[in-house]
C-alpha cells in the first residue's frame, strides 16, 4: 500500500508540475504576445513622430524658402525716401548704354482707396543709336526694381541716324 501511495503521490506531483508548466507557458505566451503588441505600438509610436519630424523640417524649409523669396520681393519694390534712388538709377542706366536722357516727368499717383501701394510715374526721352536703345530697354525689363514700363515709342532722330525714345515708366512705393 506503501507503493501504491507513493506512486500516487509521485503522479499528483508529476500532473501538478505538467499543469504548473501548461500555466507557466501560457503566461509566458501571453505575456510575450502583449509585449510584442507593445513593442509594436511604440513602433508605430515612433514611426509617427518620425513622420511628424519629417514633416515639421519640411515645413520649416519651406517657410525658410518663402521668407527668401518674399525678402527679394520686398526688395523689388522701394520706399518714399527711395525715390532719389530709383530716378539716378535711371539716369545711370541710361548714361551707362550711352542715351542722352531727360527725365521730362515725375510724379506720385494718390493712393486709392482699394490700392496697397502708391505709384511712381516717371516718363523719359532720350537720344541714342537703335542698339543702345534697345539695350537700355532690356537693361530697365530685367532690373532689380519691379518697375514696369507702360508705354514705349521709338521714332528716327531727323538730323542724324540716332533714335528717339519716349517711354513712361511705372513703380510701386511701399
Same mark, same amino acid.
Given at each position: 500500500?506503501?507503493?501504491? /501511495?507513493?506512486?500516487?503521490?509521485?503522479?499528483?506531483?508529476?500532473? +501538478?508540475?505538467?499543469?504548473?508548466?501548461?500555466?507557466?507557458? #501560457?503566461?509566458?505566451?501571453?505575456?510575450?504576445?502583449?509585449?510584442?503588441?507593445?513593442?509594436?505600438? $511604440?513602433?508605430?509610436?515612433?514611426? =509617427? /513622430?518620425?513622420?511628424? &519630424?519629417?514633416?515639421?523640417?519640411?515645413?520649416?524649409?519651406?517657410?525658410?524658402?518663402?521668407?527668401?523669396? +518674399?525678402?527679394?520681393?520686398?526688395?523689388?519694390?522701394i /520706399? &518714399?525716401?527711395?525715390?532719389?534712388?530709383?530716378?539716378?538709377?535711371?539716369?545711370? &542706366?541710361?548714361?551707362?548704354?550711352? $542715351?542722352?536722357?531727360?527725365?521730362?516727368s515725375? =510724379?506720385?499717383?494718390? +493712393?486709392?482707396?482699394?490700392?496697397t501701394?502708391?505709384?511712381?510715374?516717371?516718363?523719359?526721352? #532720350?537720344? #541714342?543709336?537703335?542698339?543702345?536703345?534697345?539695350?537700355?530697354?532690356?537693361? +530697365?525689363? /530685367?532690373?532689380?526694381?519691379?518697375?514696369?514700363?507702360?508705354?514705349?515709342?521709338?521714332?528716327?532722330?531727323?538730323?542724324?541716324?540716332?533714335?528717339?525714345?519716349?517711354?513712361d515708366?511705372?513703380?510701386?512705393?511701399?
Open positions: 500500500m506503501k507503493n501504491k /501511495t507513493l506512486k500516487t503521490f509521485f503522479l499528483w506531483i508529476l500532473a +501538478l508540475t505538467f499543469i504548473g508548466a501548461v500555466i507557466l507557458w #501560457g503566461y509566458l505566451l501571453f505575456e510575450t504576445y502583449s509585449l510584442k503588441t507593445e513593442i509594436n505600438s $511604440i513602433k508605430s509610436e515612433i514611426s =509617427a /513622430t518620425a513622420g511628424r &519630424e519629417l514633416y515639421l523640417n519640411s515645413v520649416k524649409n519651406l517657410l525658410r524658402d518663402m521668407d527668401d523669396k +518674399l525678402k527679394s520681393i520686398k526688395d523689388r519694390f /520706399t &518714399e525716401d527711395k525715390i532719389p534712388v530709383f530716378i539716378e538709377f535711371l539716369e545711370d &542706366e541710361a548714361s551707362l548704354h550711352g $542715351i542722352k536722357a531727360d527725365l521730362s515725375i =510724379a506720385i499717383d494718390p +493712393l486709392s482707396k482699394n490700392a501701394f502708391r505709384i511712381l510715374r516717371v516718363h523719359i526721352n #532720350g537720344l #541714342g543709336s537703335w542698339e543702345e536703345l534697345i539695350s537700355f530697354v532690356h537693361s +530697365l525689363d /530685367t532690373m532689380k526694381y519691379a518697375a514696369r514700363i507702360e508705354k514705349i515709342n521709338f521714332s528716327k532722330s531727323a538730323k542724324d541716324s540716332d533714335w528717339n525714345v519716349s517711354m515708366i511705372s513703380q510701386n512705393i511701399k
